[in-house]
């Protein structure tokens, strides 16, 4: 993890946001999702930097992203600091690449912000309802109960939720690099506080618009995924005109884990037909 670090910072509406950019070329814009951070896109920005321009950043409340109390972390919110940093950066029809909450934030960008895109792939993302998994949600429904937890019981539980978005299993320096953020009072309470700020309104304000977006849009999706089942991406092509759909066998829901070379593969094809 000493390796990855994000040197750039942008005061947003929802507190500092730190970004990085590596490689040359054409933009190349990424987004995760929770609870994770940028440091999911470093097998991705590896693999992509030799021919193009990359963009991650923490959102605020992740990562190294600063934390706070009565931070809003919405989605809505979320949406307000991508579409500022897009604008930061003066980037013209970058192409995006987003996972999970990621994917939503992209999206609520384009359709309500107007951001032009030149192609957009979508990893495991939450764009449709029912989204959360069973810990999310029970920590969306009683956040002050959770943020109280003695610290070890607090990263037992982060822990545990975390691995269970990959299928073949997390190596013990990427569940650490994922779950320290959220460690000490600052990042146990931002946890939760992420938790309790969202919830499917800000997807179900976003469903019915989905047919707006006309853009090359290649949706990826782990066929073991335990957090977002695979019928989301069959629904989520329905709804986007002219996307196709590439399921990883073996993967679950952090297929940039899963299957990092399959999925490098297919996100360099994908940013070559442009």
Known sequence: ???????????????????????QGPPVVLLHGTPFSSYIWR????????????????MAGYGASQKSEGQDVSLAAQQEVFTGLMREWGLREPAVIAH??????????????????????????????????????????????????????HEALVRAHVGTASHKGLDEETADALVLPWLG?????????????????????LEDRLGELHLPTLIVWGRED???PIDHAERLKACIPHARVQVLDGAGHLVQEDAPSRLC???????RDS
């Open 185 to 205: 009072e600052a990042g146990q309470q931002a946890f939760y506080r992420q938790a309790a700020l969202n919830d499917e309104r800000f997807t179900r304000e």
């Open 1 to 23: 993890m000493a390796d990855w670090r994000l040197d750039e910072e942008y005061a947003s509406p929802s507190g500092v946001v730190r970004w990085a950019c590596v490689g």
């Open 226 to 228: 335990e957090w977002l």
């Open 265 to 271: 593969g297919l996100l360099a094809d994908f940013l």
């Open 43 to 58: 097998h991705v920005t590896a693999a992509l930097s030799d021919r193009y321009r990359c963009y991650v950043w923490d």
């Open 100 to 153: 999970d909450f990621g994917g939503a934030v992209a999206l609520r960008s384009a359709v309500f912000d107007g951001m032009q895109y030149g192609r957009l792939a979508l990893l495991d993302t939450v764009a449709l309802r029912p989204w959360g998994t069973g810990f999310f949600r029970l920590a969306r429904e009683h956040p002050e109960a959770f943020a109280s937890l003695p610290a070890h019981l």
